[in-house]
């Protein structure tokens, strides 16, 4: 009996399924044409300005040995933070990202993602070659909600 009262509903549904009208189906009238609605064009940065403005914030300063800061030059530091910003954001992990200047070079190698606290981080090794010395820090970068790369760990 129970099956039964559960079937009925069902079959009832059926029943209205199979129902189709047999009398002429009426075509819609052509007037003039509609206006189409199209969606808003949210206005913002592109990605390339998003990508540019993440790269403007990831300063070297933070990235590279504090002792090596005052030797380099205003194009070898932002040489340097973006190769430190295309590693991070793109570079496969243990394939060095190189940079050169009048004065210093450097490399920037990577480890691969891993998620902390809902962020995407990396281990990067950072070194930075001023007259033959090799300046070396090491650390963890995490990628922020706005794009942007910090550092939330260093050694070396």
Known sequence: MQKLTRALPLLGLLALAGCSSTGPVSQPVATAAAPVATAPILSGPSPAQQVAAAQTATMVDAYVDPAVLPLMSPK???DASSAQFYALQFGRPGAPRTWSGSGSSGSITVGPYVRVNNLDC?????????????YVRKGTACREVNGTWSVASTAG
Do not use: L
Not at 122 to 134: E, L, S, W
């Open 76 to 78: 070898e530091k932002a």
């Open 122 to 134: 990396r281990d990067f090794t950072n070194t930075v070659t001023v007259a033959g010395k090799p």
